[in-house]
């Protein structure tokens, strides 16, 4: 099936935030009493802001009343904005830019995140009047590995799955896309995304064409 939507995640794809969650979440756990490692973030990435507090209380053995519970999720955004303050396109992933740039008008481009900061943050680096459409963590209600995310996006591109292509670099979000019947190419390491059709390390390099050969057999 031909390839005509592409639809990126946003955080450790696009753009270089994925440290600066881990950082702002290590704080709050650390202020909760909770300690968790680089492996146990691996699970946090593509989570949603609420979903991510509940892995790390269940990690802790905590529980927290509803008041305690959305003080501390807002602690965490807070210091999450604070270190993300001063980004600038200089924060874009290197060669994304370059790819979304060579994408654009061949392929209908979608943001699926689960962020709600996403909007503001794609205008800080200065790719959001690429996308023709965007969905983002203010527009849906289940965390990935649910597909609702991607299958919003490519509703709303309107393509169908199997024409679309995802960008992911957490393991949630490969899931999410294959749940979705979407064709997924991870971004990072090949033996955390081995669910993933094709992996590569970054888009330096990489552009559709190289995309259309690695997806060719799929
Ligand atoms: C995802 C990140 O893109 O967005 C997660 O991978 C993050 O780490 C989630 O928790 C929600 O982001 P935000 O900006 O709404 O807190
Ligand atoms: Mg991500």
Known sequence: MAIRGLIFDLDGVLVDSARYHFEAWKKLAASLGIDFTLEQNEELKGISRADSLKKIMNWGGLELSDQAFSDAMERKNTWYLELIQGMSPKEALPGSRAFIESAKGTYGLALGSASR?????????????FFDALVDGNDTNRSKPDPQVFQLAAERLGQKP????????????????????????????PDVLHQADAVIDGFSGFGPKEMERRLMAV
């Open 117 to 129: 900061n996403a909007r503001s943050i794609l205008q800080r680096v200065e790719l959001l009047s």
């Open 162 to 189: 199997e024409e679309c292509v995802v960008f992911e670099d957490a393991v949630a979000g490969v899931q999410a896309a294959k749940a979705a019947g979407m064709r997924v190419i991870g971004v990072g390491a």
